[in-house]
C-alpha cells in the first residue's frame, strides 16, 4: 500500500465510525410535554432530517397534542407511523400537522417515518 491509499483507507474507517455514532450513540433530545388548558398535553416537534426531540414524555390518561413541522421536502420524512395509537399520517412539506391522542397505557411507543429510517418515541409515564 502506498501512502494515498492508507490516507483513503483511515479516512473512511473515520466516516464509517462517525456515521455509527450519528445514528446509534449521539445524544437524544427528550421534551416533556406541557399541559396547557384542559389539561391537553402539547409538544411541537421539528421534522428535518429526524425528530426534534426525538423522545416526547408526556402523562398517562391525559390527552395529547403531538405538533409536527416538516421543515424539509426529503421524501423518507413525507409519512409518519405511530402503529401502536393506529397513526399513519402525511407530513405536508413546510406544514404543521396535529396529531391528538389519549395514551391510556404507561410505557414505550416508537414512531418512525413511511421508510422507517427516522425514529422517535413517545413514553408515557
Not at 455514532?21 to 445524544?27: N, T
Not at 397534542?65 to 421524501?75: H, K, M
Not at 397513526?87 to 416508537?110: C, M, N, S, V, W
Request: with cysteine; glycine share 12%.
Amino acid at each position: 500500500m502506498d501512502t494515498s491509499q492508507i490516507i483513503v483507507t483511515l479516512l473512511g474507517t473515520g466516516l464509517i465510525g462517525l456515521v455509527g455514532w450519528f445514528f446509534f450513540a449521539a445524544p437524544h433530545r427528550t421534551a416533556t410535554a406541557v399541559a396547557g388548558s384542559g389539561g391537553m398535553q402539547q409538544v411541537d416537534i421539528k421534522v428535518k432530517g429526524g425528530y426534534s426531540p426525538d423522545t416526547i414524555e408526556v402523562q398517562q390518561g391525559q390527552p395529547v397534542q403531538l405538533n409536527f413541522y416538516r421543515d424539509e421536502t426529503a421524501s423518507c420524512s413525507e409519512e409518519l407511523l405511530l402503529p401502536d395509537f393506529g397513526i399513519r399520517r402525511e407530513l405536508p412539506a413546510f406544514q404543521t400537522t396535529t396529531i391528538e391522542l389519549r395514551p391510556d397505557k404507561a410505557g414505550t411507543y416508537p414512531f418512525t417515518c413511511g421508510m422507517g429510517m427516522l425514529r422517535g418515541s413517545l413514553v408515557v409515564k
